[in-house]
Structures are given as C-alpha cells and as structure tokens.
C-alpha cells in the first residue's frame, strides 16, 4: 500500500508542472480578436455586430412606414376600399388580395425610382467610395423628384409655413420633412377624389333599384340584396378591373 501510494505521488510530480506549464503558454499566447465580432463595410469602416444589427432591425420596423408614406400605397389602397364598398361586398376581394395587389402595381411603379437609387447610392456604397451617409444623400434626389411630382403646391405651402422655412428657389431645395407629409396629404385627397368618382355609378344603381322596389310595395325585401348583384355584373361586364388598374397607372404617368 505504502509503494503504490509513493509510486501515485511521483507521477502527480510530474503530470501537475506540465499542466502548469501549458496553463502559464495559454495565459500568455498572443490575443486575436474574434473574426465574427467585426464588420467591414465596402468602404473600409468597421462596426460592431450587435450594433449594426440593432440599426437594421430598426430600418426594417421602419420599412412598413416609409411603405406608405414615399410610394403610390396609400392612393391604390384607398380606391379599392372605395371599390369594394360601392361594390357592396363586404370581404370580396379580401383585404389580403387587396392589399397584395397594392402592393404588387406598387413595386410596378416604383421600379424606375428604386433603379435610379440603386445607381447613385447603393453601387458608389459598394465601391468604397461614399459612406454611408453620404450613400443616403445621394439617393435622397430621385425620391424627392417623384414626390414633387405628385405633391400639390398647396400641401407643400402649407408644409413650408408650419416649418417656418424660406421659399426654395429650386425643387431641390425643398426638404424632405416638408415633400414627405406633403405627398401623404396629396395622395389621400387624391384617392378620396378617384373613389367618390367610383362611387356615384354603383350610387345611381342603389337609388334606382330602391326606388323601383319601393314603388311596387316590396318593402320586406331590401334594396341592397337586388342591387348587389346588378352592380357585380356592370362591374364584369364592362371589364372594371381592367378599366380601373389602367386609369390608377396613368394617373402617375
């Protein structure tokens, strides 16, 4: 017992130095820093990994805002609730397919204007060549130009008075903080003018079919179960989603 415990003792001696050894070379070893735990944009610039996913997780909350506010959205869908409304059908089409379609002749729209980005932003970004602030700034033109196209001149007044800003003797000169919250005034007083347009023709079906069946004493049935159907059926019969998609894309033609 006493040869076996000296001979347990011996080999501690000379397993613990060499444990110590190689626990003294790791503490000692020359750092590297973590190749995940940096990133090196285009330009040279580097960040930190949380940080940069923190600033994208809060452009893309963003990005169902400036949906609405910098694009056609808000007129298309605005029309086809007044459709669906003067139509009289309450989930036909659903909001789903609705606002699908918005945004499908959205991107239709807004194609040439994200081509026009794309090159004077993102690929000088991609080449080193602006960062990215600079990057934003340089794509901040093609967009103001298509929303001072569609803003009216009073929405825009009005914008510039509340921001106490001078008249700009150039479209370029306008700032964003006034062209924006212009756009979303025009487009909605737009939209609401397409829809009451839309309205009227399903409008005159509902007073005529009231009055013919009011006349004739059917006063149990409502009018709105005789002039539903007749409305769907001009609606197909003159090709009314044809008719309405092609005046909505000339209208910011």
């Given amino acids: 017992m006493t040869g076996r415990l000296a001979c347990a003792l011996n080999q501690a001696a000379v397993v613990f130095p060499r444990i110590d050894a190689v626990v003294a070379a790791w503490a000692v070893r020359p750092r590297h820093a973590s190749p995940g735990m940096n990133w090196t944009a285009p330009g040279g610039s580097s960040g930190s990994v949380p940080w940069n996913i923190v600033v994208l997780l809060s452009l893309l909350t963003l990005l169902p805002a400036l ?3 910098v694009t056609p959205f808000t007129r ?4 086809f ?3 669906r409304q003067a139509l009289g059908t309450q989930t036909a089409p659903s ?3 609705l606002i699908g379609l ?6 239709f729209l807004m194609q040439p204007v994200g081509s026009s980005i794309y090159q004077a932003s993102v690929v000088p970004f991609q080449r080193g060549q602006v960062d990215a602030l600079a990057a934003v700034a340089l794509g901040a033109p093609p ?3 298509f929303m001072l196209k569609y803003a009216r001149e009073k929405d825009l007044a009005l914008f510039l008075e509340l921001a106490q800003a001078p008249r700009p003797a150039r479209a370029d000169d306008v700032p ?9 005034l025009s487009e909605l007083k737009t939209g609401f003018q397409i829809g009451v347009a839309l309205f009227l023709p399903f409008l005159v079906i509902d007073l005529v079919v009231a009055a013919v069946t009011t006349s004739i004493g059917m006063m149990q049935l409502p009018p709105v179960i005789i002039s539903t159907p007749l409305k769907i059926l001009l609606f197909v019969m003159v090709d009314g989603w044809n008719l309405l998609v092609g005046s909505l894309m000339k209208s910011f033609t």
């Fill in 143 to 145: 967009l103001r130009h």
């Fill in 76 to 79: 298309l869908l605005i029309v």
């Fill in 81 to 83: 609730h007044f459709l």
């Fill in 67 to 69: 949906l609405v506010a």
């Fill in 176 to 184: 964003m903080r006034v062209v924006v919250p212009a756009y979303i």
């Fill in 102 to 107: 918005a945004l499908v002749l959205t991107y």
């Fill in 95 to 97: 909001n789903q397919t």
